[in-house]
């Protein structure tokens, strides 16, 4: 079975530009997740779709992200503009059904460098 | 707000010798308690998950126990392959928000030297 993949691996690019980052979550995975680690700080939640839908959204940091998941299958992190401090790793996990204590399994992330 | 601290933040330790790892957490009612291993330039990767007071878990060398403030990850006669950093995450039910949420802390980075 594949796992959680996301793509690219790496991204730079320069403040101001646009980057959108991609998830193919787990074959059958209801619930997907976003996460983002800055250099030196602890991976922190920014969102969750159930589906298509977006069951929180708590953690994006500001209007700059937006999230989709089309179809309720792969999912988008679009950054635009990009500014010096999105630098980090994102990480997108996904979990099978509706018992939140399911493991949630982990892409290799993505690691964005704004210039 | 979940508050998740990892103890000590480096581990340096010859293969054969064992320790533990440990994780603080501060969370109004706990759902569950995970342990990942992270290793450079991956993503992290499922160990175990916690879900009561009192209750471990074991994995070829690893095991997790917990109670009502911590828990530890005991490696026991560790070998190079166990290096990594090792993630410690908890889950809480949250009023107006999703009771999926994982708070990580920051990870212990284990190394192990042959």
């Known amino acids: 079975e594949a796992g959680v993949t996301q793509f690219p691996s790496h991204s730079v690019i320069e403040k101001g530009q646009t980057v959108t980052l991609r998830c193919d979550p787990i074959?059958?995975?209801?619930?997907l997740y976003w996460y983002r680690r800055v250099m030196g700080k602890e991976i922190k939640f920014l969102l969750h779709?159930?589906?298509?839908?977006?069951?929180?959204e708590s953690g994006m940091p500001n209007n700059r992200f937006l999230a989709e998941r089309t179809g309720g299958t792969y999912s988008t992190l679009k950054v635009q503009p990009a500014e010096l401090e999105d630098s980090g790793v994102y990480f997108c996990?996904?979990?099978?059904?509706?018992?939140?204590?399911?493991?949630?399994?982990f892409g290799p992330g993505t690691r964005l460098l704004v210039l | 707000e979940d508050q998740v601290t990892q103890s000590p933040e480096a581990l340096r330790l010859q293969e054969g010798e064992s320790s533990s790892l440990n994780c603080s957490y501060t969370?109004?009612?706990?759902?569950?308690l995970f342990w990942y291993r992270q290793d450079p330039g991956k993503g992290p990767e499922f160990l175990f998950t916690?879900?009561?007071a009192g209750e471990e878990k074991e994995k070829e060398r690893l095991k997790a126990t917990l109670t009502k403030k911590e828990s530890f990850l005991h490696i026991t006669a560790p070998k190079p392959e166990d290096s990594a950093t090792y993630l410690c995450?908890?889950?809480?039910?949250?009023?107006?928000?999703?009771?999926?949420?994982?708070?990580f802390g920051k990870g212990t980075l284990l190394t192990v030297n042959p």
């Open positions: 916690l879900y009561s």
């Open positions: 996990a996904s979990s099978q059904g509706h018992l939140y204590q399911e493991t949630q399994y």
């Open positions: 995450a908890v889950q809480a039910p949250r009023s107006g928000g999703s009771n999926y949420k994982l708070t």
């Open positions: 969370v109004s009612g706990l759902r569950g």
């Open positions: 779709f159930v589906k298509e839908s977006k069951q929180d």
């Open positions: 074959s059958g995975h209801d619930n």
